[in-house]
């Protein structure tokens, strides 16, 4: 059996499997389908025809170790998924996310609290996605990649495998690191190679490449490739690999114009 609490609002034609608790004031849409096993938190809303695997849990409050940067010990809001997402198995999505429309979360991906993802993004198997990032739109994030706590990624960005990405130029030593904490920017169309590494506080320019391997410490220029260990420029990106020319219908277009008026 399930653990419902009373108090939760679950829409016509959702079904829940074994085993799973979903506590006090969570609401769910129709035509849902939530896996044994899943915890959905306190307070989660969760929209129509959403699909939630086996041993799941939504809305989990953070743990603060003593050490840790982060010193605010208040209770975060509840964790929001809108409709048509899929998530997948052994997925834990903190508080205070707020999750967009027909998002795929793999199996085993982690998302931190205070995360806000756009649209139609895939979040791959494994994927580590810190606190305080800000995702756009149609972005893919593939196996095993790791983005950093303050870090902000634009539409249609492709993240590869196996990625690294830092916010600590100081490596957790001399109080002054505190004062320097700063994620990476992918702007609109960058990309970046299977096991490339960003260094705190880059930024990757609209239909910028990092090559894979590479390891960046400088900013990438938009509609440049860079490679190697530091990476440097090595050529344009060639003119059919503009992500203006790899839209496949005119409201992407469309799109993605508004999201360059935005300054994103």
Do not use: W
Request: contains cysteine.
């Amino acid at each position: 059996m399930s653990n419902i609490a009373s108090s939760a609002i679950l829409g016509p034609d959702t079904t829940v499997g074994f085993n799973t608790v979903i506590l006090a004031n969570v609401r769910i849409g129709e035509g849902c389908r939530i896996g044994h096993n899943v915890v959905i938190h306190e307070g989660t809303v969760i929209g129509d025809f959403v699909r939630i695997d086996d041993n799941t849990v939504i809305g989990k409050q953070p743990m603060r170790s003593p050490r840790s940067i982060f010193k605010d010990d208040k209770k975060l809001g509840p964790a929001h998924i809108a409709s048509e997402c899929l998530i997948g198995a052994g997925v834990v999505i903190y508080a205070q996310c707020a999750i967009g429309q027909r998002n795929l979360v793999a199996d085993l991906a982690t998302i931190r609290e205070n995360v806000t993802l756009g649209e139609f993004n895939i979040v791959g198997r494994g994927v580590a996605i810190e606190n305080f990032v800000t995702i756009g739109s149609r972005n893919k994030f593939e196996t095993n990649c790791y983005i950093t706590a303050y870090s902000e990624i634009g539409d249609y960005c492709f993240i590869a495998p196996c990625v690294a990405t830092s916010n600590d130029n100081f490596m957790g030593r001399d109080k002054e690191r505190f004062n320097h904490f700063k994620g990476i920017t992918v702007k609109t169309g960058g990309r970046i190679g299977v096991n490339a590494t960003i260094l705190p506080g880059r930024t990757v320019h609209e239909d910028g490449v990092v090559a894979g391997g590479a390891v960046v410490s400088r900013d990438v220029d938009a509609g440049s490739i860079v490679a190697g260990v530091p990476a440097r420029p090595l050529r344009s990106v060639p003119e059919t690999q503009l992500l203006k020319n790899n839209l496949d219908t005119p409201a992407r277009t469309a799109g993605l114009n508004s999201t360059a008026k935005a300054g994103k």
